[in-house]
């Protein structure tokens, strides 16, 4: 047998029906469903008289639209953010899937709420219309974002129809330094192969580096796989994912457990593997980094200056001036100069408790700059009981920051937390296009201990001047 990679062998694994033109049927073990992408997909189902083909496998929760102040029960105002929440609510009654409404403590971001709750384990496949469910790879799953149509078409069938993505191994060798974490290799990889470097591939990523983090940073790398343009990103499960799976309310428990381990140790690409492309950075090289632009790779080291449009080639000479005046700002400017307005620290790249602590010790004993705003959105439920317990909460709301209830929030404007015109954030979030937090909004990505840096100081700051 010719030596396969990770993402062959669980590709392998579900193939139902392949064609001549290489279109392949796919089976899906999990399905996460949101209020977003979903209600015409249930509407279809109406429509045709159908039902869900496995609800047990089917999992929704709503987390886009929800507001996430501690007056929520009061409901929704906004009227098409309530109608989906709604419908949300109304379908996984209707069609009998696991579900976790608003007021349970188990709701939070569907992207961690799957890996929390045991829905995702090595090995499977895993579909959400959602482009960020690449985080699951962060478990040697095979996790695709899906449209509306396949939202249906899975919930019909428990198939999806795709064609095989190419090989991409990106290696992070060797050790980060003090400050560094995953969000800053996510974006550095970002910023080395451009947000197209991944189009057509499924990402591998492996090394030294990536073998150190815990599950949280390596769900957060594997969230932003997307923004490289990848299908998919994944990581090799071993002992930090077995640890982290094993117990959790949905997970194999006896000998379901040891026939599971039995699978999931072979996860691993084979020596000699094909890759189609390769890209390897060295983890001693990763510096705290943040966005500047529009774009997520529009990445610097934090120690950097705004660069000018002449720094670019081709089309990025234009799209930088263009970022820049949406940005508002001036070439040669010294990162750290940049004065912000906003923090928000959550969203399903870095809500997790991990994200929580590492901001928290960077915040403890000191405040937000006067006149600043700064919100903390735990990323479910649980993480948000598990952070008051630890008492990072009190930390956060000593410090001046918002203590909310889970959701997207801020790290889109569907929901009332958005950024007025020319207001400028620090986020943990994945995304900074034109518009992302609100119209005339401005972002700037970073990690959550760089945010939390940030919110003391008002500027965007190093944090390993405050370690
Ligand atoms: C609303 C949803 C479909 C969207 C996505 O697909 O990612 C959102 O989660 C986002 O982050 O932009
Ligand atoms: S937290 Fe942000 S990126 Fe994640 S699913 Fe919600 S809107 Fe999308």
Redesign the pocket.
């Known amino acids: 047998m010719s030596p396969k990679t990770l993402y062959d062998k669980i590709w392998d694994a579900h193939v139902v029906d392949e064609q001549d033109d290489g279109t392949c049927l796919l089976y899906i073990d999990r399905h996460l469903v949101h209020e977003v992408t979903s209600p015409q997909a249930f509407e279809g189902l109406r429509m045709a008289g159908r039902g869900v083909r496995a609800p047990e496998k089917t999992i929704a929760v709503p987390?886009?639209n929800v507001p996430t102040t501690l007056d929520r029960e009061k409901g929704i105002e906004n009227e098409e953010s309530r109608i989906q929440v709604e419908a949300l609510d109304k379908n996984a009654r209707d069609f009998g899937i696991n579900y976790y409404p608003v007021n349970d403590i188990r709701q939070g971001?569907?992207?961690i709420v799957g890996p929390e709750q045991g829905w995702t384990l090595p090995g499977m496949t895993v579909v959400c219309g959602?482009s960020?469910t690449a985080t699951h790879g962060a478990f040697g799953a095979l996790a695709h974002g899906i449209g509306t149509s396949e939202v249906e078409h899975v919930l019909a069938t428990q198939t999806l129809i795709q064609r095989k993505g190419k090989n991409m191994k990106v290696e992070i060798t060797g050790r980060l330094r003090p400050g560094v974490t995953a969000k800053d290799i996510t974006l550095s990889v970002i910023g080395a192969t451009g947000t197209a470097g991944g189009t057509g591939y499924v990402i591998e990523y492996c090394g030294e580096a990536i073998r150190d983090l815990s599950m949280e940073g390596r769900m957060t790398v594997c969230n932003m796989a997307i923004e490289g343009g990848a299908r998919a990103g994944l990581i090799a499960p071993d002992e930090v994912t077995f640890e982290y799976v094993k117990g959790r309310p949905h997970a194999p428990k006896g000998a379901q457990w040891e026939a599971a381990m039995a699978w999931w140790k072979t996860l691993s690409s084979d020596d000699g593997a094909h890759w189609d492309k390769v890209v390897t950075l060295k983890g001693e090289d990763i510096a705290p980094v943040v966005t500047w632009g529009t774009s997520p790779e529009d990445v610097l080291p934090i120690t950097g200056v705004v660069p000018a449009p002449e720094d670019f080639k081709g089309g990025k000479v234009e799209a930088a001036a263009r970022s820049l005046d949406y940005m508002g700002l001036k070439p040669g400017t010294p990162l750290k100069d940049i004065k912000i307005d906003t923090v928000f620290i959550g969203?399903?790249t870095n809500g997790r408790i991990e994200d929580l602590r590492a901001a928290a010790a960077i915040l403890k004993g000191k405040r937000v700059k006067e006149g600043m705003r700064a919100m903390v959105v735990p990323g479910s439920g649980l993480v948000r009981a598990q952070a008051e317990e630890e008492g990072l909460a009190q930390i956060f709301i000593d410090a001046g920051f918002e203590w909310r209830l889970a959701g997207?929030s801020m790290?889109?404007a569907m929901n009332p937390d958005q950024l007025s015109p020319g207001e400028r954030c620090a986020a943990t979030?994945?995304?900074n296009f034109e518009g992302r937090q609100g119209r005339g909004g401005r972002t700037h990505l970073m990690s959550p201990a760089m945010a939390a840096a940030a919110a003391v100081t008002g500027h965007l700051t190093d944090v390993r001047e405050m370690m």
């Open positions: 987390d886009h971001i569907v992207h959602d960020h969203s399903c997207c790290c889109l979030s994945n995304r």
